[in-house]
C-alpha cells in the first residue's frame, strides 16, 4: 500500500529551524496564551474546547443510545431522556460543530494558505473566542441547573412553557452566535484584504473558497437566530404575544425563524467539511484538484441556495400546498453544487497515485458516507416521502449521515492532515488507520440501523419503544460502542505523537499550497520572509519550494 509519510521537501536536517510559536521565548507562560493575538494559538484553544465539547456531546450520545438497549425504561426517565437528547443535540450543534473547523482548523491554517502573517482583525479573533468561551459557561450552568428537555430546535409553544433553565440556554447560544459572526468577518476581510503578492482568486486553495462562502453564511444568517432567540426569552420572561397562540401569537412563526437560520447553519457545518476534502484528495492523489472553478462556484452557489429553503423542515407544519412544492423543488436545486463536488473529487482521484495515508482514509469515508446523508436529503426533500418519515429515526440517520459522516468525518481527516503542521509532530500511521476504520463502520452500524427502523416507523425522541424495533436499537448501540472505541484510538494517537521530540518535516505529505512552504510547526509571523506566490495550489508539476534557511 503507497503511503507518503517518507518526507518529500525536507531539508537533511529537521524541521523547526527556528523557535516555533508554540515555545517562542517572547511569549511564553499560561497569560502569553490567554492573551495571544496569533492567529495559530488562538486555533488551538479553539481546537481543544471544541474537542472537549465534542467529548460532552459524545458522552450524552452514549448514554442515549445505551438507555435504547431495551425498550422499556431502564436507567433514565422520560424526563431525564428528554434533557439528555436535548443537550446532545445543543452541544454538539452550537459549541461542538459549527466552530469546528471555521474557528479551530481555518483558524491555524487560513492565513498560512495566503501567506499572512496573521488574520485581518488580531484582537477581534481573540475576542470572538473569550465570546464563545462566555456562552460555552452560560450553557454548562443551563446544564448544571435543570439542564433543558425541548429539543435542540427550542420549538414553541412548548419552549415558552416548560420548566428548566430554558431562558439561560436561550441567552447562551444567543451569546456563541457572536463569535461566529467575529469569525465570520474576520475571515471575510482575510482573504480580501491578505492575500500573497501574485496570489488571485483563482490561485486560492479550494478550503479558502469554502471557508469564505462558510463565513458569508455565518455574518448574514446568524443574526436571525440572535433575534429569534432574544424574541423566545423575552416570551418566556415577559409573555410579549410573540409565539404564544392564547395572547395572539403564532408559534410556527418560530419554526420559520428558527430553520431560516438552521438550514443555512448546516451548510455552516458541512462546507468546511467539504473545503478540507478539496485540499486532502489532490494531495494523496498528486494530481491537479478537477473542475478547480466549478467546485470553487459550487460553495458560493450552496451557501446561496442555502437560505431558500428552510421550508423543507415545515412540510408537516401546516404550510400551504405551494409553499410546500416550491420548497421541495429548491431543495432538488442545492443538490446540484453537491453532486458536482463529489463528482470533482471522484474524477480527481481516477488514475490518480494514491496514497492511503490516514488523511486520505477519513476523506474517502467522507465520500462514502456524505454522499449517503446527501442522497438521502433528496428522499426527505420528496413531499410524500418526507411526509411518512418526518420525526423518524430515518431523519435522525439523515443528519448524522451528514453531520458526523459528513463533517466529523472531514474534521478528523483535517486534524490528521495538519497535525504535523500544528504540532510538529508525525503520529503512528499504523493505529491512526486502525482508529479510521473502527470509526467508518462503528458508524454505519450505529446509523444503518436507524435509516432502517425509521423507514418502519420508529419515531424519534422516544425512550420507549414497540419490541419489534429492539434488534435495530441494539445493532445501533453496540454500533455506537465500536465508533467511540474508534475515536479514542484516534485520539489516543495524537495525543501521544505529542509526547515525541519534533519530527515532522515542513511538508510531509508533499502538498503544494503554502502552508507547507514554512516550518513545522511555523514560527510566530508563519514565514521568515513575505511568501510571493510561485505555482498554484494543485501544480504537481511544479517543483516544491524550498524554505529559505
Ligand atoms: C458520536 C456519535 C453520535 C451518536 C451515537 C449520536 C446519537 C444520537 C441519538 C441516538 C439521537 C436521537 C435521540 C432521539 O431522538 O431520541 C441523536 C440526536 C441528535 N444528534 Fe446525535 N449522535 C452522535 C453524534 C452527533 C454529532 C457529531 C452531532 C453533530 C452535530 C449530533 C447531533 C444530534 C442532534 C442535533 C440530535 C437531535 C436532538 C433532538 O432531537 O433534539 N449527533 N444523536
Ligand atoms: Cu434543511
Avoid at 482573504?191 to 458569508?216: E, S
Avoid at 438550514?263 to 473542475?291: D, N, Q, R, W
Amino acid at each position: 500500500m503507497a503511503t507518503t509519510s517518507t518526507p518529500v521537501t525536507h531539508h537533511g536536517g529537521h524541521h523547526a529551524a527556528h523557535a516555533s510559536f508554540l515555545e517562542d521565548p517572547q511569549h511564553r507562560g499560561l497569560m502569553s496564551w490567554l492573551t495571544t493575538v496569533d492567529h495559530k494559538r488562538i486555533g488551538l484553544m479553539y481546537l481543544w474546547s471544541v474537542l472537549t465539547a465534542f467529548l460532552l456531546g459524545g458522552l450524552f450520545a452514549l448514554a442515549l443510545r445505551l438507555e435504547l438497549l431495551t425498550p422499556k425504561e431502564d436507567f433514565m426517565t422520560a424526563e431525564t431522556y428528554n434533557k439528555v437528547f436535548t443537550l446532545h443535540g445543543a452541544v454538539m450543534v452550537f459549541l461542538f460543530i459549527i466552530p469546528a473547523i471555521p474557528a479551530a482548523l481555518g483558524n491555524f491554517v487560513l492565513p498560512l494558505m495566503l501567506g499572512a502573517k496573521d488574520v485581518a482583525f488580531p484582537r477581534l479573533n481573540l475576542a470572538s473566542y473569550y465570546v464563545y468561551m462566555t456562552g460555552a459557561i452560560m450553557a454548562l450552568t443551563a446544564i448544571l441547573t435543570g439542564g433543558i428537555d425541548t429539543g435542540w430546535t427550542f420549538y414553541t409553544p412548548y419552549s415558552t412553557t416548560t420548566g428548566g433553565a430554558v431562558t439561560l440556554m436561550t441567552f447562551s447560544v444567543f451569546v456563541l452566535g457572536f463569535s461566529s459572526i467575529f469569525t465570520g468577518i474576520n475571515f471575510v476581510a482575510t482573504v480580501h484584504k491578505l492575500r500573497a503578492p501574485g496570489m488571485g482568486w483563482f490561485d486560492l486553495p479550494l478550503f479558502v473558497w469554502g471557508t469564505y462562502a462558510t463565513a458569508i453564511i455565518q455574518v448574514l444568517a446568524t443574526p436571525v437566530l440572535a433575534i429569534t432567540l432574544l424574541l423566545l426569552a423575552f416570551e418566556r420572561m415577559f409573555q410579549i404575544g410573540i409565539f404564544d397562540a392564547k395572547l395572539g401569537g403564532d408559534p410556527v412563526l418560530f419554526q420559520h425563524f428558527f430553520w431560516f437560520y438552521s438550514h443555512p447553519a448546516v451548510y455552516i457545518m458541512i462546507l468546511p467539511g467539504m473545503a478540507i476534502i478539496s485540499e486532502i484528495i489532490p494531495t494523496f492523489s498528486k494530481k491537479h484538484i478537477f473542475g478547480y472553478r466549478a467546485i470553487a462556484f459550487s460553495s458560493v452557489a450552496i451557501a446561496l441556495i442555502s437560505f431558500i429553503v428552510w421550508g423543507h423542515h415545515m412540510f408537516t407544519s401546516g404550510q400551504s400546498q405551494l409553499a410546500a412544492v416550491i420548497f421541495s423543488f429548491l431543495t432538488f436545486l442545492v443538490a446540484i453544487p453537491s453532486g458536482i463536488k463529489v463528482f470533482n473529487w471522484v474524477a480527481t482521484m481516477y488514475r490518480g497515485s494514491i496514497a492511503l495515508d490516514t488523511p486520505m482514509l477519513y476523506a474517502i469515508s467522507f465520500l462514502l458516507l456524505f454522499t449517503i446523508g446527501g442522497l438521502t436529503g433528496i428522499f426527505l426533500g420528496a413531499l410524500s416521502v418526507d411526509i411518512h418519515l418526518h420525526d423518524t429515526y430515518f431523519i435522525v440517520a439523515h443528519f448524522h449521515y451528514v453531520m458526523m459522516g459528513g463533517t466529523v468525518i472531514a474534521f478528523l481527516a483535517g486534524v490528521h492532515y495538519w497535525w504535523p503542521k500544528m504540532f510538529g509532530r508525525m503520529y503512528n500511521e499504523t493505529w491512526a488507520r486502525i482508529g479510521c476504520i473502527l470509526v467508518f463502520f462503528g458508524f454505519n452500524i450505529t446509523f444503518l440501523n436507524q435509516f432502517a427502523m425509521g423507514a418502519k416507523g420508529m419515531p424519534r425522541r422516544y425512550y420507549s419503544y414497540l419490541d419489534q424495533f429492539q434488534g435495530n436499537h441494539i445493532g445501533s448501540t453496540v454500533g455506537s460502542w465500536v465508533l467511540a472505541l474508534g475515536l479514542f484510538i484516534a485520539a489516543g494517537v495524537l495525543l501521544a505523537s505529542l509526547r515525541k521530540k519534533y519530527d515532522a518535516p515542513d511538508n510531509p505529505w508533499g502538498s503544494k499550497t503554502m502552508e507547507w512552504e514554512t516550518q513545522s510547526p511555523p514560527i510566530t509571523h508563519n514565514f521568515p520572509n513575505n511568501p510571493v506566490m510561485q505555482h498554484g495550489p494543485y501544480d504537481y508539476n511544479a517543483p516544491s519550494v524550498r524554505r529559505e534557511a
